[in-house]
């Protein structure tokens, strides 16, 4: 995967799950929050493990 395809898509998972973060922390739903950026940041380490190993 070309790097700057690799970074565009860690970039829109963490800014996607920033955003749903904001809106349940708005609702008052923490744990939800630390659940969505949670989920969000394994998300991207898998997306760039994935890439070191092409």
Partial sequence: ???????QKMYMVLFHAAT?????LDCGKKET???ILIHAQQLA?????DAEEE
């Fill in 45 to 49: 380490e898998e997306l760039f493990l």
């Fill in 1 to 7: 995967m070309e790097s700057d395809s690799l970074y």
């Fill in 33 to 35: 929050a630390r659940e």
């Fill in 20 to 24: 749903n973060a904001i809106e349940a």
